[in-house]
T-cell receptor, first 108, second 118 residues
Framework: ELKVEQNPLFLSMQEGKNYTIYCNYS?????LYWYRQDPGKSLESLFV?????AVKQEGRLMASLDTKARLSTLHITAAVHDLSATYFC????????FGTGTRLKVLA | GAVVSQHPSWVICKSGTSVKIECRSL??????MFWYRQFPKQSLMLMAT?????????EQGVEKDKFLINHASLTLSTLTVTSAHPEDSSFYIC??????????????FGQGTRLTVV
């Protein structure tokens, strides 16, 4: 059974700080996605990573994929309050399996 | 990105009744659609995968007689929660997958449906 684990599950950080969220998965896949979810809302697509070594950046967020290590990271640079949300990774093995989620709270 | 419309956004129903949720891909044909359930403060759990014109494939532990999925066309899939009970109250999200071609594997998500069974 495919397992997708995120670390940490909860993250409280000060504005202006940097941090990394980790997504580990247990089977072979070279397609991984990152999403943001605000309370009561559906998913907002952040990054689509389709190959080993893929790196994508948008604003204060940067995502990378290491398929050999079965690891993806979501790096937050100089966090701002608006980034407060829950972040999910999802591994694509034809069907999407979601990670446990990371609830991020950025304190002003 | 492509648009997936889910309806209704929220619904309240009485125990024992059935509720139908629709998921439509508005600007592409979806050969495959997925249905997820999300309980408060938890992740999305895949319930079933539906392919147009064939029976849905349910994940282990999901009652197929309770959660009826129909994917009658390339743009519409429906989830019917039959004989709903309060424990079925949850946030249901669908996603639609265009035909897979190299470089195009991304599925698109609906807005979600908040079901409350009283």
């Amino acid at each position: 059974e495919l397992k997708v684990e995120q670390n940490p599950l909860f993250l409280s950080m000060q504005e202006g700080k940097n941090y990394t969220i980790y997504c580990n998965y247990s089977t072979t896949s070279d397609r991984l996605y990152w999403y943001r979810q605000d309370p009561g809302k559906s998913l907002e697509s952040l990054f689509v990573l389709l190959s080993n070594g893929a790196v994508k950046q948008e604003g204060r967020l940067m995502a990378s994929l290491d398929t050999k290590a079965r690891l993806s990271t979501l790096h937050i640079t100089a966090a701002v309050h608006d980034l407060s949300a829950t972040y999910f990774c999802a591994v694509d093995t034809y069907k999407y399996i979601f990670g446990t989620g990371t609830r991020l709270k950025v304190l002003a | 990105g492509a648009v997936v419309s889910q309806h209704p956004s929220w619904v309240i129903c009485k125990s024992g009744t059935s509720v139908k949720i629709e998921c439509r891909s508005l600007d592409f044909q979806a050969t495959t659609m997925f249905w997820y359930r999300q309980f408060p403060k938890q992740s999305l759990m895949l319930m079933a995968t539906s392919n147009e014109g064939s029976k849905a494939t349910y994940e282990q532990g999901v009652e197929k007689d309770k959660f009826l999925i129909n994917h009658a066309s390339l743009t519409l899939s429906t989830l019917t929660v039959t004989s709903a009970h309060p424990e079925d109250s949850s946030f249901y999200i669908c996603s639609a997958l265009p035909p897979r071609i190299p470089g195009n594997t991304e599925a698109f998500f609906g807005q979600g449906t908040r079901l409350t069974v009283v």
